[in-house]
C-alpha cells in the first residue's frame, strides 16, 4: 500500500494536470453551445459506433434462433395457405370438413449432412417431441430434400435426395407426364428422370415437379429443370438428366410436410396389393 502511495505522490503533478484539463474542458463545454455541440455529436459517435457492433455481434448469434423463429410462421402461413387452397369455389367461405387441409407444416434446422456417399442423409435438429414421424417429405424454399426415415425424441434422420434409394414422383409441369426421380450415384446437382415413355414430349428447360402421387410430397413442389433429354437402353422410355433446383452444399433450414391421410392411403395400398396376390 505504501509503494502505490509513493508511486501516485511520484505522479503529482501529472495528475493534477490532467485533473485541471478536465476541470477546463468541462467549464467550457458547459458554457459554450459550439464546443458543447460538437463534443456531444463526438461523443455520441462514439457510443453509437461501440452498440451497433455489440449489436451485430449479438443478432449474429442469435441469427439460428431468428431463423427457427422464421420457419414456424412459414410453417404455419403454408398450413393457412392449403387451407384457402383447399376451399371449394363457391359462393359460402365456411369452412366444411370435407375440405380440411390434408397436409401440415413444420420447420427444422439441418445440423449434419453427407454429400459423398451413394446413400446420402440429412440429420434435423427435431423429432417426435415436436411432432415429427417417419415418412414425412422434406423441402426448402428451392424444392425437394428427402424424406424422413427415422426419428428419436428431439431428432430425426432422413433420407437426402442424394440418395440412389430414393425416388420421387414427380411429373412434367408443362404436360402432366409422370415419371421418378432417383439419383444415380455421380453428381451431386443432377439427377435422373425415370420411366418417362418415349412418346412424351420433353425438352431441355422444362420443369420437373412433383405430382402428388405418392402422397408424401403435395403436389407442386419443385424438383429441378430437364438439362437433357436422350433415347435410353429401354426401348420403351426417355434417358432424362435433370438439374436439382436444391443446392445441397447450402441447404441449411427445411420444412417437414405431413400427409394427414397418409396411413389411410399406404393400409388401402398395402391391401391392395395383398388382394392381388391371390
Given at each position: 500500500?505504501?509503494?502505490?502511495l509513493?508511486?501516485?505522490?511520484?505522479?503529482?503533478s501529472f495528475?493534477?494536470?490532467?485533473?485541471l484539463?478536465?476541470?477546463?474542458?468541462?467549464?467550457?463545454?458547459?458554457?459554450?453551445?459550439?464546443?458543447?455541440?460538437?463534443?456531444?455529436?463526438?461523443?455520441?459517435?462514439?457510443?453509437?459506433?461501440?452498440?451497433?457492433?455489440?449489436?451485430d455481434?449479438?443478432?449474429?448469434?442469435?441469427?439460428?434462433?431468428?431463423?427457427?423463429?422464421?420457419?414456424?410462421?412459414?410453417?404455419?402461413?403454408?398450413?393457412?395457405?392449403?387451407?384457402?387452397?383447399?376451399?371449394?369455389?363457391?359462393?359460402?367461405?365456411?369452412?366444411?370438413?370435407?375440405?380440411?387441409?390434408?397436409?401440415?407444416?413444420?420447420?427444422?434446422?439441418?445440423?449434419?449432412?453427407?454429400?459423398?456417399?451413394?446413400?446420402?442423409?440429412?440429420?434435423?435438429?427435431?423429432?417426435?417431441?415436436?411432432?415429427?414421424?417417419?415418412?414425412?417429405?422434406?423441402?426448402?424454399?428451392?424444392?425437394?430434400?428427402?424424406?424422413?426415415?427415422?426419428v428419436?425424441?428431439?431428432?430425426?434422420?432422413?433420407?437426402?435426395?442424394?440418395?440412389?434409394?430414393?425416388?420421387?414422383?414427380?411429373?412434367?409441369?408443362?404436360?402432366?407426364?409422370?415419371?421418378?426421380?432417383?439419383?444415380?450415384?455421380?453428381?451431386?446437382?443432377?439427377?435422373?428422370?425415370?420411366?418417362?415413355?418415349?412418346?412424351?414430349?420433353?425438352?431441355?428447360?422444362?420443369?420437373?415437379?412433383?405430382?402428388?402421387?405418392?402422397?408424401?410430397?403435395?403436389?407442386?413442389?419443385?424438383?429441378?429443370?430437364?438439362?437433357?433429354?436422350?433415347?435410353?437402353?429401354?426401348?420403351?422410355?426417355?434417358?432424362?438428366?435433370?438439374?436439382?433446383?436444391?443446392?445441397?452444399?447450402?441447404?441449411?433450414?427445411?420444412?417437414?410436410v405431413?400427409?394427414?391421410?397418409?396411413?389411410?392411403?399406404?393400409?388401402?395400398?398395402?391391401?391392395?396389393?395383398?388382394?392381388?396376390?391371390?
Amino acid at each position: 500500500m505504501l509503494r502505490i502511495l509513493q508511486f501516485l505522490y511520484s505522479l503529482r503533478s501529472f495528475l493534477l494536470f490532467v485533473l485541471l484539463e478536465v476541470l477546463a474542458i468541462s467549464l467550457i463545454v458547459s458554457n459554450n453551445s459550439p464546443q458543447g455541440a460538437a463534443f456531444f455529436n463526438s461523443s455520441n459517435a462514439v457510443t453509437g459506433s461501440i452498440l451497433k457492433t455489440r449489436s451485430d455481434v449479438v443478432d449474429f448469434f442469435s441469427l439460428a434462433e431468428d431463423n427457427e423463429a422464421l420457419l414456424s410462421q412459414n410453417a404455419l402461413l403454408l398450413e393457412q395457405l392449403k387451407t384457402i387452397n383447399a376451399i371449394p369455389d363457391s359462393v359460402t367461405l365456411e369452412l366444411d370438413s370435407a375440405f380440411e387441409a390434408q397436409y401440415t407444416f413444420r420447420g427444422a434446422r439441418i445440423i449434419s449432412n453427407s454429400l459423398r456417399f451413394s446413400q446420402n442423409h440429412i440429420t434435423l435438429n427435431k423429432g417426435s417431441k415436436d411432432g415429427v414421424k417417419p415418412g414425412m417429405g422434406v423441402f426448402n424454399e428451392q424444392g425437394v430434400v428427402g424424406r424422413v426415415q427415422s426419428v428419436s425424441d428431439n431428432f430425426s434422420v432422413a433420407f437426402s435426395l442424394l440418395n440412389t434409394e430414393m425416388r420421387i414422383s414427380s411429373k412434367l409441369k408443362s404436360n402432366g407426364s409422370f415419371g421418378s426421380i432417383n439419383w444415380d450415384g455421380k453428381d451431386s446437382k443432377k439427377t435422373k428422370l425415370l420411366y418417362v415413355p418415349r412418346h412424351v414430349k420433353a425438352s431441355p428447360g422444362d420443369t420437373i415437379v412433383t405430382n402428388g402421387f405418392s402422397a408424401v410430397f403435395p403436389e407442386g413442389i419443385m424438383v429441378g429443370t430437364i438439362e437433357s433429354v436422350d433415347q435410353s437402353s429401354d426401348p420403351n422410355s426417355l434417358d432424362i438428366v435433370v438439374n436439382l433446383s436444391v443446392d445441397f452444399s447450402k441447404v441449411h433450414y427445411v420444412y417437414l410436410v405431413e400427409n394427414s391421410r397418409l396411413a389411410e392411403i399406404d393400409s388401402l395400398q398395402k391391401q391392395s396389393e395383398i388382394e392381388n396376390e391371390f
